[in-house]
């Protein structure tokens, strides 16, 4: 018994217990106790607020003075105090309760949108198949919401807020970035349509956008007094997934996970399945154990979808050339850009190894993705995707890319996930004749958004003939698009200009595209567009803000996957 040590040496397995425990209580401590001060100043600046506006003694005034202090920090003012001042009812209100009914009453509205696009009247008076689909892909994107919107219900109602800040941004700006991509799939549509999509989704968007506010805002709150980098400094209990056992860190090596994987697809029938599809039918919904598929290799000709009910999947291939999954759906044939994906993955957690993603469809067919991606803590590491325009659609949430080859031209990489590009090749290639390559197209819609594009420490280099083809390093799709290219190489083919208009010959003044510390004949700043929103020369604490370790939280969840990464500059 380990008591018997006591005047002894102390077990070196009964030490680590004894740490683990004294770093925990000292965790559970420093966040309560932080909890405790950030409620405590937010309430300072609210109720501050309601006793300079409010000279009676009026509870039913305290109440509508209080919603309205903390409707104050929101883009949609006047959707923000109407949703919320009928639900207040007690004199003991605080900010996070504010949030809570913000988040319900966007759940609300994002139910109602759902049945709205499951009418059947409403499939019934659609003509074409391309708007069909359209509309199926905004019901699943509806629900994609409202799972996110339940997420973070639960999460900003648990004791230890501040720990979660970072999950519950992410997540109510990817439920914002479903229903902005839901419009966009419409854009085809004939205007009377389109118009109804957009009435119909305007009060969930709303919504939605004032509950990001409010936890932004609580967010700059917890960042003012340091307390979110105390809490960050400190070791994590469970800083990997539950389903990284002790040993695994040791044992994250491509031939043992080939060797132990729990199912195994090849095209020679020298595994179980012979298709990917059919092993992911295979794995548990909602699983917290890690579900390991090892595909030989070969060319898998298939469009895979790894549902959002298979959590913590990881395929292994035999390498970026090797193990290829190809498709050739695309827009010019009457496929929504979203549903052209070759391999799309929406469950949580998902990481990919040794594969290549393809779509084949050509540039003369436009819009054709060969990987989608919603999944939140998403890694890929050697991986390669191939196509030409939007070959790379990062959708939505948090995503690491670690020594994997992009190819492409136009906005192939493209979406509004939080996403970090590290130790990548980035190569563009030979697009249409008259056509332009623009590397990146970001889609941040909201500025509470958490969003954006991280090329780090990358080389971006041609890919074939390029001296009669404009390259740029991107374009802005959306308001508030942003994007950083930092400590990476950039051969001479760049556009001395760097950046492209996405209409006319700016950009709005909100975007925020940024160069740091880049080399190469391609990386010279000299003769960049001088459109407010891009900057030449940020400091390295504003480049540190798109790091791995502050952008992503990577230092969380990365290291299960078994890349390599950075968490700095």
């Known amino acids: 018994m380990s008591f018997l040590n006591t005047y002894g040496k102390v077990d070196d397995a009964d030490q680590a217990i004894l740490e683990v425990r004294r770093k925990t209580r000292k965790r559970i401590t420093i966040i309560s106790l932080s909890t405790i001060v950030l409620i405590g100043i937010v309430c300072a600046a609210v109720f501050g607020t309601v006793a300079r506006n409010n000279s009676k003694d009026n509870k039913a005034q305290t109440f509508s003075n209080a919603v309205s202090a903390v409707c104050d920090v929101t883009l949609y003012k006047d959707a923000c105090y109407r949703s919320l001042s009928p639900l207040v009812h007690s004199g003991q209100v605080q900010p996070v309760?504010?949030?809570?009914?913000?988040?319900?009453?966007?759940?609300?509205?994002?139910?109602?949108?759902?049945?709205?696009?499951?009418?059947?009247?409403?499939?019934?008076?659609?003509?074409?198949?391309?708007?069909?689909?359209?509309?199926?892909?905004?019901?699943?994107?509806?629900?994609?919401?409202?799972?996110?919107?339940?997420?973070?219900?639960?999460?900003?109602?648990?004791?230890?807020?501040?720990?979660?800040?970072?999950?519950?941004?992410?997540?109510?700006?990817?439920?914002?970035?479903?229903?902005?991509?839901?419009?966009?799939?419409?854009?085809?549509?004939?205007?009377?349509?389109?118009?109804?999509?957009?009435?119909?989704?305007?009060?969930?968007?709303?919504?939605?956008?004032?509950?990001?506010?409010?936890?932004?805002?609580?967010?700059?709150?917890?960042?003012?007094v340091n307390l979110r980098r105390r809490l960050l400094s400190l070791p994590y209990q469970n800083e990997e997934p539950k389903w990284l056992h002790s040993k695994d860190r040791e044992l994250l090596q491509t031939d043992y996970l080939k060797r132990k994987a729990d199912i195994v697809v090849a095209k020679d029938g020298s595994g179980k399945y012979k298709t990917i599809s059919a092993a992911l039918k295979k794995v548990p919904d909602k699983s917290d154990k890690r579900t390991v598929i090892y595909v030989k290799k070969g060319v898998y000709y298939e469009n895979v979808r790894v549902l959002k009910t298979k959590w913590n999947v990881m395929i292994i291939g035999d390498g970026m050339s090797a193990t290829i999954v190809s498709g050739s759906l695309n827009f010019v044939?009457?496929?929504?850009?979203?549903?052209?994906?070759?391999?799309?993955?929406?469950?949580?957690?998902?990481?990919?190894?040794?594969?290549?993603?393809?779509?084949?469809?050509?540039?003369?067919?436009?819009?054709?993705?060969?990987?989608?991606?919603?999944?939140?803590?998403?890694?890929?590491?050697?991986?390669?995707?191939?196509?030409?325009?939007?070959?790379?659609?990062?959708?939505?949430?948090?995503?690491?890319?670690?020594?994997?080859?992009?190819?492409?031209?136009?906005?192939?990489i493209f979406g509004n996930s939080a996403v970090v590009f590290q130790n990548c090749n980035i190569l563009p290639k030979v697009p249409m004749q008259g056509q332009q390559n623009t590397i990146t197209a970001q889609g941040k819609t909201d500025p509470n958004m958490n969003t954006g594009i991280s090329i780090q420490n990358c080389t971006i280099s041609p890919f074939g003939n390029l001296n009669s083809v404009k390259t740029y390093l991107g374009r802005p799709w959306k308001n508030y698009a942003t994007t950083v290219y930092m400590q990476s190489t950039m051969a001479s083919f760049i556009n001395p200009s760097g950046w492209l208009p996405w209409v006319g010959n700016s950009a709005p003044d909100t975007i925020f595209y940024a160069e740091f510390q880049n080399v190469g004949p391609g990386a010279s700043t000299k003769n960049r567009v001088k459109w407010k929103g891009v900057k030449t020369s940020i400091t390295s604490k504003q480049a540190s803000m798109f790091t791995v370790n502050t952008f992503l939280s990577g230092r969380r969840w990365i290291p299960a996957s078994g890349a390599p990464f950075n968490p700095y500059m």
């Open 97 to 224: 309760d504010l949030f809570l009914l913000s988040i319900n009453v966007a759940l609300t509205e994002v139910s109602r949108a759902v049945q709205y696009f499951s009418d059947q009247g409403v499939f019934s008076g659609l003509n074409d198949n391309n708007t069909k689909q359209a509309f199926q892909n905004c019901q699943d994107l509806m629900g994609q919401a409202i799972d996110h919107l339940n997420s973070s219900l639960s999460a900003g109602g648990n004791s230890s807020f501040l720990v979660v800040l970072d999950d519950l941004r992410t997540w109510l700006s990817a439920a914002g970035t479903y229903q902005q991509t839901c419009i966009d799939g419409i854009e085809e549509a004939k205007e009377e349509l389109k118009n109804s999509v957009v009435s119909n989704l305007k009060n969930s968007r709303e919504f939605t956008s004032n509950s990001l506010a409010i936890v932004t805002w609580l967010d700059k709150a917890a960042s003012t």
């Open 333 to 412: 044939d009457g496929t929504p850009t979203f549903s052209t994906a070759t391999f799309a993955v929406f469950g949580k957690n998902f990481i990919a190894m040794d594969m290549g993603f393809h779509n084949t469809a050509g540039p003369q067919k436009h819009q054709a993705v060969a990987l989608m991606t919603t999944s939140d803590q998403a890694v890929y590491y050697r991986c390669q995707f191939d196509a030409f325009q939007d070959t790379l659609y990062a959708v939505a949430n948090r995503q690491f890319y670690r020594e994997c080859n992009i190819y492409g031209t136009v906005d192939f």
